[in-house]
């Protein structure tokens, strides 16, 4: 049996949902959110690459800036 969201699955129950439909949508619930905290990992690795690249970029800034005077 896959993952799925207990509280989303018994509340489907108490609504007088088919066992196999609340399954189902309580594991669909439960793969997007798995996919959810994919996307939000993959962009916290970005942002870390973005810092790093603007830092580079304003040290180069600083360094042409420097020797221009």
Do not use: C, H, P, W
């Amino acid at each position: 049996m896959a993952l799925m969201v207990g509280s989303l699955y018994d509340a489907l129950r108490s609504a007088n949902v088919t066992e196999e439909k609340a399954r189902k949508a309580a594991e669909e619930v439960a793969d997007f959110q798995k996919q959810i905290g994919d996307a939000r990992t993959d962009i916290a690795v970005l942002k870390r690459m973005m810092g790093f690249v603007l830092a580079g970029v304003v040290s180069l800034l600083f360094l042409q800036l420097r020797t221009l005077s």
